[in-house]
């Protein structure tokens, strides 16, 4: 008779992993929102009244009752420079033309003392360089009252 082989070995088992237990898992927690006490310290603000917008003109701004004689004498002299806030956006946007209403407030001493432009034309470029500009001229001194409001149009559109 023959031998007989030795039975293959059996694998042994891994042992098993301990079960990853999560205690939070196993309790339902309830947490509570604290509820907020009020600070015996707190003491409201007064509510403070509303500032005047530092924005523009308020419409009051512009109540006056002069005149000025021959506006347009200073505005023929500035226009080339207002011409030039026009063409220098011109060459970002060869399209852009329309109206600029610019309506000023002459002081006393015939300084501008506020200048606002409006318009057609919808360049915030355009509009703020005009208004510097604007708040640097001088006008003869208005007659008829401290002040005097002009509106001045100005009409551009691309060169053919």
């Not at 031998?3 to 927690?29: G, I, S, T």
Request: net charge neutral; proline share 12%; glycine share 6%.
């Amino acid at each position: 008779m023959g031998k007989e082989d030795p039975p293959p070995p059996v694998p042994m088992a891994k042992p098993a992993e301990p079960a990853r237990v999560n205690p939070m898992a196993e309790q339902q927690l309830e947490l509570e929102e604290p509820v907020p006490e009020p600070d015996a310290a707190l003491v409201e603000a007064p509510i403070e009244p509303k500032k005047r917008p530092t924005g523009g003109p308020v419409r009051g701004d512009w109540d006056c009752s002069g005149d000025v004689q021959n506006p347009m004498q200073v505005i023929n002299e500035q226009r080339s420079q207002v011409r030039a806030c026009y063409e220098r956006r011109l060459k970002v946007n060869n399209i852009l033309q329309g109206e600029l209403m610019v309506k000023l407030k002459v002081g006393a001493n015939g300084k501008v003392v506020l200048a606002n432009v409006s318009g057609s034309m919808k360049d915030a470029e355009v509009h703020s360089c005009v208004r510097k500009l604007a708040s640097s001229w001088s006008f003869p001194t208005p007659s008829g009252g401290t002040c005097a409001v002009l509106q001045v149009p100005f009409q551009f559109s691309p060169k053919t």
